[in-house]
Every structure is written in C-alpha cells, then in structure tokens.
C-alpha cells in the first residue's frame, strides 16, 4: 500500500504548456507539502498546507497553483511552463506541523522542452 | 533565509570504511532531520533530533546535534555498499509555521 504517491512519474512538456500533478497520502496526516528538487539535487519547500489550509507559500511564481480539495489530495497545477521549472517534484506529507517525520512520495519529474 | 551547508559534497570510499557527513550553520536550528535519497525515490527520514548535544544511534550510524543547535554530523561505521545514496540534512528554525531548509546534501558511494 503506498503511503504517497505521485502522477504522473515522468512528465514532458514543452514551453507554454499548462500541466497538472496529482498527489494522494492515505497516512491521514494534516500537512501536506511540495519541494522541488533540482538538477544538483537541492530540495527546496515550495508549498506548505495543514488541514486544505495554505501555510507556506515560499516566494514561488504565481504561474505555480497548488491545490487541496480535501486532506487526502494536494495537487499542483503550472501554467506557461519554462525551461527553467524543468526539475523532480516531490509531494510529502506529516501528521502535523512540527519535527515529524515527513513521507515523501516518488517524485515526479519534469521536463521542459 | 537560513542556510544548511553540508560537507563532503562528494564521497566515495571501500566497504568497511568509517565516514562522517558534516551539517553546518551560523543559525539556531529547533530541530534537526536527516534524510537519506536513492536514485528515483523520495527521501526517507533517518532521524530527528531536537536537544542541543543529543546522540543518536541507528545502528551503524550515529547522529550528533551540536550544542548549540547550529551543527550537525552523521558517522558510518564500517559502511556497506547499501549504505549508498544522497545524505540530506534538514532543519527547522522554529518560526510559527514549520519549515525544512534542505542542505545541498552528501552523495556517498561505498565500493564493495
């Protein structure tokens, strides 16, 4: 049983183009997160929701909108895609905010032709 | 912005050798996480510590908070080709909303 996942795995896309990744957590945990992690593999917070509520927004181009209908689903949407958002998208999830363990989901990666 | 830097950025040794990861900063973290990456796959925590000076044992890893909650460092003993991936730490500076700064992490390969 997967605790997080992550659709798609790979996702390719040229400039432009407006593209959607879904995320899901059975963990039942409040807070749910999504990083990007580029290409030397410095993982950075770029959202941040507890309870379908937005806590975090870290300074992220507004071209990025994330998403969270209910606790379970956290999804990311991006309009006008660029070369530079080309990067591995991971979704984590924790049972709170707080020094808790955070679940990360596969990754998602993206690339911008 | 607080900054995590962590040190080997590269490391590649023999099974059975000892190692240490350092994880430094000039800012007061609350907590301390360090994560370990494979190829494809999401992190996975290792450990949290929260108490300046704390040790903790995983094993054949131990993982040690700086007394003055700036520093941390992780030790391999007799690592292990399964002991390879991207070693990340991550801390919290204890703001009103919990947020992980990521160090740019240590990529070890243990040679068998």
């Known amino acids: 049983d997967t605790a997080v996942s992550q659709t798609p795995k790979y996702l390719v896309t040229q400039m432009g183009n407006d593209k959607s990744i879904k995320c899901e957590q059975n963990l039942g945990h409040d807070t749910m997160y999504w990083y990007k992690q580029d290409s030397k593999k410095f993982l950075k917070i770029m959202f941040s929701?507890?309870?379908?509520?937005?806590?975090i927004n870290e300074t992220v181009p507004n071209r990025f909108s994330p998403k969270s209908p209910d606790k379970a689903h956290l999804n990311l949407h991006i309009n006008s895609l660029e070369l530079g958002d080309s990067a591995v998208y991971f979704c984590?999830?924790?049972?709170?905010?707080?020094?808790?363990?955070?679940?990360f989901g596969p990754g998602t990666r993206l690339t911008v032709t | 912005t607080q900054l995590l830097e962590q040190s080997p950025q590269f490391l590649s040794i023999q099974e059975g050798e000892n190692l240490t990861v350092y994880c430094n900063s000039s800012?007061?973290?609350?907590?301390l996480q360090w994560y370990r990456q494979e190829p494809g796959e999401g992190p996975v925590l290792l450990v949290t510590?929260?108490?300046?000076?704390e040790v903790k044992k995983l094993k054949r890893l131990t993982f040690q908070f700086g007394d003055a909650r700036k520093d941390s460092s992780l030790h391999i003993t007799a690592a292990q080709p399964g002991d390879t991936g991207l070693y990340l730490c991550?801390?919290?500076?204890?703001?009103?909303?919990?947020?992980?700064?990521f160090g740019k992490g240590t990529l070890l390969t243990v040679n068998p």
């Open positions: 984590a999830s924790s049972p709170g905010q707080g020094p808790y363990e955070q679940y």
């Open positions: 991550a801390g919290d500076s204890g703001g009103s909303n919990y947020k992980l700064t």
């Open positions: 929701y507890n309870n379908k509520e937005l806590i």
């Open positions: 800012s007061v973290f609350s907590s």
């Open positions: 510590v929260v108490t300046g000076g």
